[in-house]
């Protein structure tokens, strides 16, 4: 501890001096990191406030990716059915073909129409993005959470669109001895009544049917999930504008404090300077 003893003017200076000092420390950091809160010894409340905003935002930012990849299942998905859709109207097209071909011409197109028949099956198969497959399987199922902080989340079955199961189990059930040949012994089988051609096309219409309302569902969901990842997108840029909001320095304000307080510190500089000179004014009557 100092034993020098200095007068009150001086003491009032060197007292201005050392708390523009340390306000002009405070305004230079400020600047140079672009934060007014770089921890929870600026302050605590703001620190642990901007904080929190921010844990949220990275949580909400992996949830976001999760929905992005989502949306890439659901439009694999999509985009099968929709390759399904024709590979079935070509399955049509062979069928109406039929009515008016021979014997021989009927047993080429029962062999493309088996061979287009098994291209559908293994389509839909390899409709897969990341190890999930929503439409070869009634098992399978997308789930997205997207919050952490509510129970909010989306359940989306996968659905079993296979020929066994849209068309095949159709046409056995529907139409006539006649056409169980066309399935399992060839359209040269079949007898040239056109109604057996047309009750088959009229099953593979109705597979189609219920490939475009599948289609349809999973569309639909495509879309209110491209409408949650913008509102997470904006939501992310939200709590991250208000994390700033606490945190992030005006450099303009900054700049004007740092200004000011040079100039306050000449002034304290000189104002010491004076005090010190009148104490040795005074000295000097001493001599």
Same mark, same amino acid.
Do not use: C, P, W
């Given at each position: ?9 001086? $003491? ?10 340390? =306000? ?21 409340? @703001? ?51 039929? @009515? ?24 839909? =198969? ?12 009634? @098992? ?33 059930? @529907? +139409? ?13 089988? +079949? ?17 189609? =049917? ?9 569309? &639909? =969901? ?14 992310? +840029?939200?709590?991250? &504008? ?11 304000? /900054? ?23 009148? /104490? $040795? ?7």
């Amino acid at each position: 501890m100092s034993d020098i003893i200095l007068g009150t003017a001086t $003491q009032q200076n060197l007292l201005a001096l050392q708390n523009i000092n340390s =306000n002009l420390d405070t305004t230079q950091g400020h600047l140079a990191s672009g934060l007014k809160v770089a921890s929870a010894l600026d302050d605590a409340v @703001k620190f642990f406030q901007a904080q929190g905003l921010d844990n949220r935002a990275g949580d909400l930012s992996l949830r976001k990716d999760s929905i992005d990849q989502g949306i890439s299942s659901l439009t694999t998905a999509v985009n099968a059915t929709q390759s399904a859709i024709s590979v079935l109207q070509q399955l049509q097209g062979i069928l109406n073909a039929a @009515k008016t071909q021979t014997a021989a011409q009927r047993a080429s197109s029962a062999k493309q129409f088996s061979t287009l028949a098994q291209q559908f099956d293994t389509l839909l =198969n390899d409709a897969s993005y990341q190890g999930l497959n929503l439409v070869n399987s009634s @098992k399978s199922s997308l789930t997205l959470q997207f919050s952490n902080a509510t129970a909010s989340k989306l359940t989306i079955a996968g659905q079993n669109l296979l020929y066994s199961k849209v068309v095949t189990a159709g046409l056995i059930s @529907k +139409v006539s001895n006649a056409a169980k040949n066309l399935v399992t012994k060839g359209f040269s089988a +079949v007898s040239n009544a056109t109604s057996v051609f047309d009750t088959a096309f009229q099953s593979l219409q109705n597979a189609i =049917n219920s490939i475009q309302a599948a289609a349809q569902s999973i569309g &639909g =969901n495509v879309t209110f999930l491209q409408t949650r990842l913008d509102f997470t997108s904006q939501y992310i +840029v939200t709590l991250q &504008g208000g994390a700033s909001k606490l945190t992030v320095a005006d450099v303009n304000q /900054e700049s004007t404090n740092l200004v000011t307080l040079q100039t306050r510190q000449q002034l304290a500089i000189q104002s010491l300077s004076i005090a010190t000179q009148s /104490e $040795q004014a005074v000295l000097r009557l001493f001599r």
